[in-house]
């Protein structure tokens, strides 16, 4: 088994409010694994912290084979986050973008070109290239930003809410691109509460509440504990938060 | 009458802001920080006009300090104006004003448009009533040494304070006219910008050449900056007379004026402005300038990608603005040429006595101050902030590139002041060595920019009343480390101030309490670059006997003893860059409210 992701005692804490407390998680190789929780439950935190952008206060983190706080430089490399509410270069056409973040990775110009064509035609912003970020709708900002994960092709995806801007057709060609990538040995770390999609999309969950692992596994494995095989993901999900709601 | 009620909900937005931001431990060491720099500003000038101009020559102060405020402070205040006009017309300042809770529940609520507007303008007024307040407790030693009655003291605040309203409602009324009459056409707004532009600098350039204005005296005796200077005049020389008197009714009428025609100009313009503040940013993309490609930046030089994608996008964002500033520096340098103006300039900098070179590196870092490039360059990037954060780019090299892109920058935006020293400075040797000396200000300035963004960029986005301070910091912090030579050399109290600041960051360094983290490592890292400044006394007194040397007709420069000097501001240069640079890298690390 090879792990894409795999914490040890993750803690993160704002002075004295801790947000993630011993957070121990584990995503294979080649997996969707869904990251589910509330409103702060310390989901996009999670996500920060296995991307590089913030230091964890405690624990340690290996993603992509490679700890977060000493080698954090060589694993981003291989990391495509995608944040929640994503803000872009307004003043940059799309294309500018594509060749500033091209650059930014040191993708060779020809294969990033044929890249971002692949994807451009599947998210359908071909006919937006020439345009200017800060004019395109919320909706196409999101396809932008997609593309542009893609044209660098990581071995892990960090997704926080990627679907929530999109709209339904954008949605399901997202998930059939996920889903692709997976089948080619891609891992995807998904931060939702959009508990329908997740159940659709991914193959492992994992549900936190206020910082802290409440259970994690398959689908299967989540209804064997719940007792109830027939149990959807959301009835999974508000029997562990309100079990811990009532301890 | 809701004008009292909004006004009322504004002061106490405001208040609670404040009351909200002191909890914040970041916000709260910029505010500590901007005391003690407004206290060693206040200290600096004390030091210098009583320690220093005492010992020299009164006769030949009254010569300077005519000659400043008769020929440069017309050309300040008239620079001031057309740089605010384009501020406001071009940039969403009035959009500013509002946010979007005042969009989303005022515009809906059964509220006069002229109330609305008008509790935001008072708002904004005694904003300046209190950046003044603060202005005038900084600059008090420089009151005090004019000898200054209450009187005369309380004329020459509101004075100012008119000028600063007069300022900002020709630029409102600017703004609302412009707007309108563009409003049905969106391809007259390029039209109109570039003729407006047009029309800017040509009065412009004509309001410095006084030989035009003799033509037009009356309309000229009557603008506000005209007005201004004449009452400051008086007040200077203490006379309070009928003149004076009639001066200060004519700006205040003036200021009137301006009201009623904001007033009536919002009762027309105000739903369309209105409406129009939330889609004012989408609006700005249809400028010509944006035209520029991108390729033609990023794939000439391969290793600076992040500095040309900053230099592209201040381009396109700032163009007016960049190319007014180019303008009035250019402007400054023409003026100083025409034969008057120079000849008293050559005067005064030739004069052995004089202080003009005492004051020199002060104008400079002033005029570097009116744009504010470095210290937004981590500002700038706000909520984008993760594409740096997540990119596999070590934080070395985006720091490097972040203070490339302000350096760039503000040595363009220079070139005039570089012209300018070639044409006034006499032998080759030491042109090259003034240019040097400046190319260090603006080094030193952008590197501590760059530091002071690195530290603030998160709470700069959050707190609007920050800006300021930072920039204010900026200058202090620049003032102190160019001219820590001057100083150090002229003055001796403020040598044992500077220890006493040293002494106490290092004091405060060593306790390392969580509620004092962030003052500790702000108050340090700013003034850490005190202490690099004072190890390298010796550097440090070398260039400024080359400043003091090269502006003297007298002094001939030989070339081994060039070549010492440059050396010397090089290894200066390059220990505070390093130093600066160092923290700014552990600001950015450490700086996760960025995200």
Redesign the interface.
């Known amino acids: 088994m090879i792990l894409a992701i795999e914490t040890n005692k993750l803690c993160k804490s704002y002075g004295n409010y801790l947000v993630i407390k011993n957070l121990n998680l584990r995503v294979e190789k080649g997996d969707i694994h869904a990251l589910i929780g509330s409103n702060g439950a310390g989901k996009t935190t999670t996500l920060l912290m296995l991307s590089g952008i913030i230091k964890p206060t405690s624990g340690s983190a290996i993603v992509v084979g490679r700890d977060m706080v000493r080698q954090s430089i060589e694993a981003k490399r291989e990391i495509g986050y995608v944040p929640e509410n994503p803000s872009l270069y307004e003043s940059l056409t799309v294309s500018e973008f594509f060749e500033f973040v091209g650059k930014l990775y040191s993708v060779p110009r020809d294969l990033g070109k044929s890249r971002i064509e692949k994807y451009s035609n599947l998210l359908d912003i071909n006919s937006i290239t020439r345009k200017f970020i800060g004019s395109l709708s919320k909706g196409e900002q999101q396809r932008v930003l997609i593309c542009s994960i893609m044209l660098r092709e990581p071995q892990l995806y960090l997704l926080d809410e990627p679907f929530f801007a999109l709209d339904p057709r954008g949605a399901r060609t997202l998930r059939e691109i996920l889903e692709e990538k997976a089948a080619s040995g891609s891992t995807i770390l998904l931060a939702t509460h959009q508990l329908e999609v997740a159940e659709r999309l991914c193959n492992t969950f994992t549900i936190i509440e206020k910082g802290r692992k409440l259970v994690d596994g398959t689908l299967r494995e989540l209804q064997e504990r719940v007792g109830r095989a027939s149990s959807s993901l959301e009835e999974i999900y508000l029997h562990f938060s309100e079990r811990r709601g009532n301890g | 009458m809701q004008l009292l009620f909004l006004l009322k909900t504004e002061l106490i937005r405001e208040y609670s802001k404040f009351r909200l931001s002191l909890k914040d431990n970041k916000i709260l060491a910029s505010y500590l920080i901007f005391g003690v720099s407004i206290l060693i500003t206040s200290t600096g000038l004390y030091t210098f006009l009583y320690r220093l101009i005492n010992l020299d020559n009164k006769i030949i102060l009254n010569n300077n300090a005519s000659f400043i405020i008769q020929e440069i402070l017309p050309l300040i205040l008239r620079s001031w104006i057309v740089l605010n006009i384009f501020k406001v017309t071009y940039t969403s300042y009035l959009a500013r004003w509002f946010d979007s809770s005042d969009i989303d529940l005022l515009y809906c609520a059964p509220i006069q448009p002229n109330e609305l507007f008008l509790s935001k303008y008072i708002k904004t007024f005694l904003k300046h009533v209190l950046i003044l307040v603060i202005f005038f407790i900084t600059i008090n030693p420089i009151l005090l040494y004019l000898n200054m009655s209450s009187n005369i003291f309380i004329l020459f605040f509101i004075t100012l304070l008119l000028f600063i309203e007069i300022i900002y409602l020709i630029s409102i009324s600017i703004f609302f006219i412009l707007k309108n009459s563009t409003s049905n056409n969106k391809f007259s707004f390029k039209k109109y910008d570039i003729l407006i532009l047009g029309i800017f600098i040509f009065s412009y350039f004509l309001l410095l050449n006084n030989n035009y204005i003799t033509s037009i005296e009356y309309i000229y005796m009557n603008f506000p900056s005209t007005i201004t200077i004449n009452i400051f005049i008086s007040l200077i020389k203490n006379l309070v007379s009928v003149k004076l008197m009639i001066n200060f009714i004519k700006l205040f009428l003036i200021y009137l004026l301006l009201i009623f025609l904001i007033y009536s100009l919002n009762s027309n313009y105000y739903e369309y402005v209105f409406n129009n503040l939330k889609k004012s ?2 609006k700005r ?1 249809n400028y010509f300038i ?1 035209n520029i ?3 033609v930046f ?2 000439k030089i391969n290793y600076l ?2 500095t040309m ?1 900053d230099i ?2 201040y381009i ?2 700032n163009f007016i603005e960049f190319i007014s500033y180019l303008s009035i520096n250019y402007s400054f340098m023409l003026i100083i040429f025409q034969r008057n103006f120079y000849n008293n300039f050559k005067l005064t900098i030739h004069n052995n006595n004089s202080l003009f070179f005492l004051i020199v590196p002060f104008i400079l870092i002033i005029v570097l101050t009116m744009n504010t490039v470095s210290i937004e360059s981590f500002n700038s990037e ?3 902030i ?2 740096l ?6 934080y070395n090299k985006i720091i490097k590139e972040k203070f490339l892109y302000g350096l760039t920058i503000n040595l363009i935006l220079n070139i005039p002041i570089y012209l300018l020293i070639i044409q006034l400075i006499n032998t080759i040797l030491n042109k090259i060595m003034m240019i040097v000396v400046i190319i260090e200000i603006i080094l030193i300035h952008n590197v501590i920019g760059t530091l002071i963004s690195a530290t603030h960029s998160s709470i700069l986005e959050k707190n609007k009343k920050l800006p300021l301070i930072s920039n204010f910091t900026q200058l202090v912090a620049t003032i102190m480390v160019s001219s820590t030579s001057l100083f150090l050399i002229n003055l001796k109290p403020i040598y044992l101030y500077l220890i006493d600041i040293i002494l106490i960051s290092v004091l405060i360094t060593k306790y390392d309490k ?1 509620l004092l983290y962030y003052f500790i490592n702000i108050t340090s890292t700013i003034y850490v670059i005190s202490i690099i400044a004072f190890l390298s006394l010796s550097l440090i007194l070398l260039s400024s006997l080359v400043i003091r040397s090269i502006l003297l007709s007298n002094y001939y420069l030989d070339f081994s003893s060039a070549i010492a000097y440059i050396v010397a501001i090089l290894l200066k240069m390059a220990i505070i860059t390093r130093v600066c640079l160092k923290s700014t890298e552990d600001a950015f ?1 450490e700086n ?1 409210n960025l ?1």
């Open positions: 940013e989408k993309y944006y490609p991108f390729s990023i794939y990608t992040l994608k592209l996008i396109r964002e706000s909520k984008k993760w594409i954060k997540s990119s596999n780019n070590p969580p690390r996760e995200i």
